[in-house]
């Protein structure tokens, strides 16, 4: 299972207090956990010596414990802004005590006392629209290494269900398919004659359909990177399971 499936299935049971449920999820999210504190950091970092992975853990759980399915943000993006928070406030902890600079800090706003209501609100509302507009340049900017514009990829859009959700199947496979996905990552292209096999759709098909399957199949594939993307893909009509007819 992925983290997502992970949180859709422990997160609740976590939350009232299931010790097991919080202990899986926190054991399935620390790849997350890792990466975002790594690239919080700049620097790989390991378990059991950097401190910066522990506070980015203790970040998670007290994510769980905080989260609220009213703001309307995915838990992921709500757990990486409370870990970013944390090590923020780590990062002026050790400033202050190594007296370094205020360059060294943090740069993100995070407040310094969280749990001043106002102050984490103001924090919460600014990171999380900072954030999704970070997304969205990434994410632009991984489209331009397959040669396709934000311009062409809303062009390239299917304008009917049944062949968007056609081709969001199609997507799904090849992000689910280790071959598939590494072919498409190596060569830039997408492998459309072992798609066409595979999927049962019709070569010309996903050859007219190629840069809207490859966009979402990168987004499949990296959910964790692009959390609030993927998330707004769901939402406007596409969830796990749906138009799963074609590819076996």
Known sequence: MTLEQYTAQYLNQARQGDALAREKLLAQAKPFIQGTCAKVCGRSLEWGRDDELSIGLMAFNEAIDRFEDERKIPFLGFARLVMKSRLSDFFRRE??????????????????????????????????????????????????????????????????????????TAAKHVAEQPGLMEHLIRTRRLPVKELALSCGLHRKTIEKGRRYIIAMALLLHQRERFIYLYSYLKLTGWSEGEGGSHCG
């Not at 400033?95 to 370094?100: F, K, L």
């Open 95 to 168: 400033a202050r005590h190594r007296h370094q600079p205020l360059e060294y800090q943090a740069g993100d706003n995070a407040p310094v006392q969280m749990d001043t209501a106002q102050a984490w609100e103001k924090y919460l509302l600014e990171a999380e629209a900072r954030e999704r507009q970070e997304e969205v340049v990434e994410f632009q900017k991984e489209l331009s290494l397959y040669d396709i514009g934000v311009g062409e990829l809303a062009d390239a859009s299917p304008k009917h269900r049944d062949s968007r959700e056609n081709l969001l």
